[in-house]
């Protein structure tokens, strides 16, 4: 009787022994995938506050790109009331010639031939056409050049937000 008993007792503390062991072994395990998970989310944690820092900066960028085009824009719309001013100033150019040469036909005076007023005349009309083209030359090269400015500093624009978002990396 006793010895059974004694026996049963050392096999039951054996027993707590070995559970106590394997419960052990369960915390080890459970503690190590704590931590690789703690260490997952500190990653993730810190790659949601750069990805918000990114959106931040884009609409920040978005709205820099959407004031320059509006001063573009305003640039423009100015180049084209210039544009508008030139072709006044040449339709009363124009309108200048075209009452030379009605003021010529009228003088008809002996002290000028025919052929004296249509060379006047030709002159006239070469002086109006280079003037037109000229202006048409001038218009064409302020519109150019506000483009490729306007290009030049989106381009500029991009890439300092491009090198940004690189050093913030």
Do not use: P, Y
């Amino acid at each position: 009787g006793r010895r059974d008993a004694a026996r049963r007792a050392r096999d039951a503390r054996a027993a707590e022994v070995d559970l106590a062991k394997e419960k052990d072994a369960q915390i080890a395990v459970a503690l190590r995938e704590g931590e690789k998970l703690s260490v997952k989310i500190s990653k993730l944690e810190l790659a949601l506050r750069e990805k918000r820092a990114d959106a931040k900066d884009a609409a920040e960028g978005a709205a820099e790109l959407e004031a320059e085009q509006t001063a573009a824009n305003a640039e423009l719309d100015a180049t084209l009331a210039e544009c508008r001013r030139l072709d006044a100033h040449l339709s009363s150019v124009v309108k200048e010639r075209e009452a030379a040469e009605v003021r010529l036909r009228e003088v008809g005076s002996e002290s000028r031939s025919k052929a004296a007023l249509v060379e006047q005349l030709n002159e006239v009309r070469k002086k109006v056409a280079a003037f037109r083209t000229a202006q048409e030359h001038a218009l064409e090269d302020v519109r150019m050049e506000l483009e490729m400015e306007r290009e030049a500093e989106l381009v500029s624009l991009r890439a300092a937000r491009e090198e940004e978002s690189g050093a913030r990396r």
